[in-house]
Structure formats: C-alpha cells, structure tokens
C-alpha cells in the first residue's frame, strides 16, 4: 500500500517521531516543526530537481528562474525548442542539457507519464526514472519526498541530510551509505518526516550560525 504524508498528519507524524527518539524531539523543541515541502507533480519540478544536481539551491533556483523567464513556462515543448546557447544563458550545463531534453522527450513518447507515477509503489517510481541517463536514487528521492510526498524515504545521497544525521546523532565521519540507511531505520515508517527534521535542523544550524558572525 502507498503510504503519503499530508497538512492533516505532518505535525502528527513529527511528534510520533518526538516520542521515539529525543534528538529529533530536541529539534523541535529549540526550532519548531519543519516546514512541509512540497512541490508539484510537473515536468518543471524535475527539472527543478535536476537542477539542483550537485549544486547550491540558490544556484538550481536563479537557474530555473532564468528558464522560467526565458520560456515564459517551463512546458516539454518550449524546453525542446531552446538552443544550447538559450540554455547556457540560463545556467544551465552542457550535460544537464541532455538530461532536462532526454526527460522531456520520454515524457512526450509515453515512457514517463508523471500522473501514472502518482500511483505506483516507490521501488517502480525509482525503476523508471533512473532508467533515463542523469537520473539516480537522489533525484528520485526528492522526488518522491517533495512531489507525491511518500512517507518513508531516507535520501542517504543528500549531503545535508547526512551531515544533520552524523551530527545530531555523533555518527562517525567514515560511515558508510550502507550504515546510514541501517540507522534510519529506527524511523520507519516516517523516515521522509524524519528526513525533514534533519533539513530543518541542518538549515536552522546554518542561520544560528550566520546570525552569530554579523
């Protein structure tokens, strides 16, 4: 059965998880609950997804602002007429390029249909995005969190949320993938939620500090 988290049960789920382990309730209680970060389910959110790729969010952001404007909406057929020049002025890499065109053509040929998507377990959502060159566990992770808010994913590829875990819990720097993915389990069914009260402490860390140096 599919599991998704929503506005009526993101704040119950979080202080579930309160209950079950004191470093995530001490998150809340020193900054709050998390936002719930949600995007649509759309062809721009993956691309969005895709521009985040190894890069700052400010940067994927100014990039698709940059699309957004330049093709006044970032539609399949809009993108695909963009030359590379066009997508170079917006920010956008040579190989990042080729991952926005192939997705948006496998949409367009029916091999991605992102209503479908909807409704299929996580493991077929990951089966069929990674299937497309520059697509990986990372870019379906946030898809699955942020876009059909599936309840239970630990994005063990994402830098911030592992940095959150290793220093909320003490984990060793050298721990491997394998082993972060064992210790969020203690957070299943609601390692998604879980994962969001590591970016709300990862992001609040980072503004304390910024606070503190002005």
Known sequence: ???????RNFKKICNQ?????????????DYGHPPM?????????LV?????????LASALAALRKLQKHTKGVTLERILKLTDAEMRACYVSRQKMGYIRGLAQAIIDGQINLEVMAG????EVRKRLTALKGIGNWTV??????VL????????????????????????KTITREELTTASESWAPHRTIATMILWHFYLS???????ATV
């Open 149 to 172: 808010q599936r309840t239970d994913v630990f994005p063990v590829g994402d830098l911030a949320a592992v940095n959150a875990f290793k220093k909320l819990k003490s984990l060793p």
């Open 17 to 29: 998880l309160a209950k079950k382990d004191a470093h995530l309730a001490a998150v809340l209680e």
């Open 48 to 56: 969005h997804i895709i521009l985040e790729q190894q890069v700052s």
């Open 141 to 146: 992770d946030v898809y699955l969190i942020f």
């Open 205 to 211: 860390e980072r503004y304390r500090l910024l606070r």
């Open 120 to 123: 299929l377990p996580d493991d």
């Open 37 to 45: 970060w949600t995007r649509a389910n759309s062809f721009e959110s």
């Open 1 to 7: 059965m599919i599991q998704t988290f929503s506005g």
